[in-house]
Structure formats: C-alpha cells, structure tokens
C-alpha cells in the first residue's frame, strides 16, 4: 500500500499550483475502504478526528483544494477569452481587490499598445456599465488616483516622431522631481503624472536615455521612492523585467494567492506577446529557465497547460 | 438635425471642374465654389476633394489656400476637412495661439460623442505626430490643466444606464463644493470628467431638484475665474450643447465686433449636426432668425457661405 506517495501528493497539493489528476486517478482511485480509512486517520491536517467517531474533512483544505482544482479551469477560460474582455476584467478585479493590487492596473495601462488598452476600455463598457476611468476614479482613495486615472486614460502617440530636446528638458523635471522627493511626493507631483500619463513610449525611451545621463543611475533605481511611480516607469522601461521578477515572485514557496494568480495573469496575456523575451530575461535573472521552475512547482493539466501556453513562444 | 441643402446624387469629377474652373485665371469665383461646397455632404467632399487630386495631381486644399483669404477662406478650409480631421485642427490651433482657448478644447471633446472624439484623437496623432493628452498638458498649467487633460483623456460610458443613488450623493458633492468655493476640488473634476452623459444629466438634475437653482447658474457668478467658466462650459456642453452653442452664437453676433471665429467654428461644425435646433434656440431667445442677425452682421462671400451652411 504505497501510502506515503499519496499523501506527499495530496499535500504538495496545497503547497503548489494545480492537482497531480494522474496521481489521483491511478492510486486513490482503487483504493478500498480499508486503505482510506488509514488515509484519513494518517493525515491530521486534512482530517479532524470528530468527537462523535469519524474522521471529518477540514473545510479549510476542501476549499484550498477546491480552488486548486480550479487553476486549470481559470487559466482556460481567461485564455480563450478576447484580449479586450480578459484585460477589463482583470483591471476590475484589481479594484475590487484595493491598493494591494493596483499594481495590475498600471501592468495594463503601461504594457498594452494603446489600441489594445482602448479596446480594453470598450470591452470594459459593455461588461460594467462603467468606462474605466469613472470606477478607477471613484473606487481609489489615496494619493495614488491621480496616477492611476491618468495612466487608464492614456491613449498615445505611436508613431516614430520624438522631439529631442523635449525628452530632455523632461528627463531634467523627472530627476528634480526625485531629488525634492522629500518635500513634495514625486507621484502627486502634476509634472511627473503628465509626463508618465501623456508622452508615447518611444519619447519615453528616449527620456529615459537623457534621465541616465543626468543622474548616473537607471530612472528604475531613482524612483525606488514610491512603489507604483516604480512600477510604471519599470512596465515603460523594461517590461520583460517586470513581468520576469512577478513571474519569480509568484513562484515562490513563500507566494501569497495574489502572488499566485499573476503566474496565470502574466502568462495568459504575455504567451503571444513577449513570452521569449520574458524567458530569457528570466533565465538571466534567476540562473534557471521558467519551464524548469514551473515543472517543480505546479502539478497535473494545470502544469501542462501553462507549459504548453510558455512554449508557444519557441516554435513562433 | 442638419441645416445643410445637398442633393443626394453628385458627380465628383464635375464638382472638382467645376471647382478648378473657380480657382483659375484672375481672383476667385466664390460664387461657384459656395454653390458646390457649401452644398455637399462630407463623403461627398471626400469625394471630390480624391477626384480633385487625381484629376489634377494636387490637393483640392492648398488651390484654395493660395486663391482666398480672410473670413470666407477660413470658413470654407475649416468645412471642407473631414469633421474629425477638422476638429484635430480647431483643437491645435486653440493651443498653439499663445492663450489656450480652452473653450475650443472643451467643446471639442464635451460635444461629440465618444466615438466621434476618439475619431478627432486619431486624427489629430496622424496630424500633429503628438497625442491631443500630450499638447493639451504641456500647453496648460494647474487647475485648468487638471480639468482639461482629463475631459480630453476620458472614453466616456455611452449607455443609457443611470444609477439613481450615485446622481443623489454626486449632486450633493457637487454642492458642498460649490458652496465652499472649492471650484478645483477633484472630486467636482472627476465627476463632470468622467461620469457618462447621462449620469451627468441625472446628476444635474437631482442637484436642481434638491437645491432649486441650476448648477450652471450657481457657477454663473464667477466668470472671470477661468476655472469656473471652463466647468460651466463643460457641464452645458456634456448636458444641453444646444443651448451653449446657442449662447456662443448669440454672443459671436451681438458683442461690438463680431467675433468670425466663434460665429463660423459653431455654423461650420455643426451644420451638419443640429443646427436646426439651434437656429430654433435662437430664434426662440432673440426673436430673430439667425440668419437675419448674420445677414446684419457679415458681408460678402462669407455671409454667403455661413447662409449657405444655415440651409439657405
């Protein structure tokens, strides 16, 4: 009766993404009695002995079990679903969740081409009743929701024109803005919004250039200040490198839900988009290749899956 | 509805001759220009302006630079563009002229409807290599920076779904702001600039209900405030434009010294729109046909044309 293997199944189970179904299937599944009373008496963090005598499931690892059941089925739905539609419901989603997960907002605002967070907005309209802007508006509090309409607002230019001396002059006003960092909060600061919000990404790019050789340091290490400035500028300057460090962190052993979820968000929107890029970002930053750690740590056709969404990149 | 008179069949190439024909030789046969241009529908335009081009290998638009000037040239340029493309061009030149016209840049993206504006915001990217965010802030400070940029930014809601409750507290955020004199209280900005129209109206409503005076009458004291004009301006253009194009039209007509560009900005953009109702606001305000008082007041082949465009 190989016991130990299921148990160490059912209880990575809670520890990772997704369920071993295989496992389940050719080992609990023929199982008689005898052995899952064993099963049950053996594992006291799943069952708890009953004072009326019988060992009674925790809710608790029902419902972790459950909504481990379910990645596969989440990570499905949000693939087949249109851009537009999946991007304004995630955007709702992080508003409802609060400040914690404003990150995602700024994720869509500065990572979508401005005709995919238009299209985002419109999809947003039909499923809410609502354009973005107003929820955004009128669901964030804080000093962070003048950045925050600002960026879901943006539709920029495109095209290949960067005016020069501009993307300098505003290097200059970003970098005085930090260095008064203390005085006045860089993110309420009208300039820094304005800028970030309004230019297109390519005078960005170059700003950044100018902002490097003002300072000494990438804009990334400046603006470490304050947490969504950083988050911006990072999804502007080195989108790779954000969405490789949310990757790492939603990996991690130590990972929280929201953590977890970016793993699904992150791969879903990116597979079609910049998934190589983000590979190799990965692999340089952590020593080892995404593939590998998701191997290690998800299970089942959950694992699968996201192995088959992450490698779509290599045969494209 | 729309005021212009054009007939439902046309021949391009015959409108591009006889177009070239206006503009050739000595001065200018205004006359045969209004009675093409002044009678056609902009894909008709369109139109001629592509058969104009390929007939005779030049832009419809720079012939005519070259041949008028004044009043009727600027009135006749400003028709001939395509309306989105026009809008990008009124809302540049409102910014680029030294003092930001900001009653333009809130008219421009108060009065059309989401589609339409997002329409201007493409062209105006293809035109001026910048986003209209990108001008709009950079030639603008403060306050009314803050309510600008975003009545340019928002892709307002255009549903017909109304939240009863949320127009009653929203009324009464409005008030209080009022009533404190805090005109650049954000929450007054993120109502008017990002509520969809409908949701405004039931705001300003409720507010009329509540408090037995219009809002734009409570804000109508402080017209030298730049902050306060723009945010009545705003308000009127989001919920009745027929009366604020209305109000600019009396205004371009009566003040000592008519003002041109007030007066064809609102004949030329909205001929195709709802001039009609506004030629009956008019008439219902002054007592006079509008005709009568442009008639009164311009002379020449631009009276000719802005009656042309008011369907005589």
């Known amino acids: ?316 | 509805m729309a005021t212009i008179v054009a007939p439902l069949q046309h021949s391009p190439v015959e409108d591009a001759e006889v177009i070239r024909k206006a503009c050739e030789g000595w001065g200018t046969n205004e006359k045969a220009l209004i009675s093409v241009l002044a009678h056609r529908y902009p894909h008709q335009r369109l139109e001629i302006r592509k058969a104009y081009q390929d007939r005779y290998h030049e832009d419809l638009i720079r012939c005519l630079e070259s041949e008028l000037r004044g009043d009727f040239e600027r009135a006749l340029y400003r028709w001939i563009l395509d309306p989105a493309d026009r809008d990008a061009v009124l809302a540049n030149v409102a910014l680029k002229n030294g003092k930001v016209d900001y009653r333009v840049i809130i008219e421009v993206s108060c009065t059309r409807t989401p589609e339409e504006f997002l329409a201007v915001k493409r062209a105006y990217m293809a035109r001026y290599k910048h986003s209209l965010e990108e001008d709009v802030a950079c030639h603008t400070t403060g306050d009314l920076r803050k309510l600008l940029v975003a009545l340019v930014g928002v892709y307002r809601y255009d549903g017909d779904e109304i939240n009863a409750k949320l127009a009653a507290s929203e009324a009464e955020i409005l008030h209080h702001a009022i009533k404190e004199n805090e005109f650049n209280h954000e929450e007054i900005v993120r109502i008017v600039s990002t509520r969809s129209k409908t949701q405004l109206l039931a705001t300003i409503n409720r507010y009329k209900d509540t408090h037995d005076i219009s809002i734009t009458k409570t804000l109508a004291g402080n017209r030298e405030n730049v902050l306060v004009d723009s945010l009545r301006a705003a308000i009127r253009c989001l919920t009745d434009k027929g009366k604020y194009f209305e109000k600019v039209l009396r205004n371009a007509l009566n003040k000592s010294g008519t003002d041109e560009d007030d007066l064809t900005r609102v004949i030329v953009t909205r001929a195709e729109k709802d001039l009609r109702q506004i030629k009956d606001l008019y008439y219902k305000r002054n007592s006079v046909p509008v005709e009568q008082a442009v008639a009164k007041e311009t002379h020449g082949h631009y009276e000719e044309f802005l009656l042309a465009l008011l369907g005589n």
């Not at chain 1, 006045?184 to 050789?213: A, G, M, N, Q, W």
């Open chain 1, 1 to 316: 009766m190989a016991l130990p293997v299921e148990h160490e199944a059912l209880t990575k189970a809670f520890s990772g993404f997704g369920v071993n179904e295989k496992l389940f299937i050719s080992e609990l599944g023929r199982w008689h009695s005898e052995q899952r009373k064993v099963f049950r008496k053996r594992s006291e963090q799943f069952f708890i002995e009953d004072e009326r005598g019988f060992e009674r499931w925790d809710h608790h690892h029902v419902a972790l079990l459950e909504r481990e059941f379910l990645r596969f089925k989440t990570t499905l739905v949000l693939w087949t679903m249109h851009p537009w539609e999946r991007d304004a419901g995630l955007a709702n989603e992080a508003l409802i969740n609060g400040p914690q997960s404003y990150g995602v907002l700024i994720e869509i605002a500065c990572t979508r081409s401005s005709e995919e967070l238009l299209g985002a907005r419109r999809a947003y309209h039909s499923l809410f009743d609502l354009s973005i802007e107003e929820d955004v508006a009128s669901q964030v509090d804080g000093p962070e929701r003048k950045l925050l309409v600002a960026l879901v607002s943006a539709y920029r230019y495109e095209g290949p024109s960067v005016k020069e001396e501009v993307a300098k002059a505003e290097a200059k006003i970003l970098y005085n803005a930090i260095k008064n960092g203390v005085s006045k909060k860089p993110s309420e600061d009208d300039e820094v919004v304005r800028i970030l919000s309004t230019r297109s990404k390519l005078h960005l790019k170059t700003l950044f250039h100018y902002y490097k050789e003002i300072s000494g340091h990438n804009i990334v290490v400046d603006f470490d200040v304050d947490m969504y400035l950083k988050q911006t500028v990072e999804c502007m300057y080195a989108p790779q490198t954000y969405f490789s460090q949310v990757l790492d962190a939603a990996l991690r052993d130590d990972a929280d839900e929201a953590a977890k979820r970016a793993l699904i968000r992150v791969i879903v929107t990116r597979a079609e988009v910049d998934m190589k890029e983000i590979k190799e970002v990965y692999c340089k930053l952590y020593g080892v290749s995404l593939s590998e750690t998701i191997e290690a740590k998800a299970h089942g056709n959950f694992k699968d899956f996201l192995l088959a969404l992450v490698e779509k990149g290599q045969s494209d």
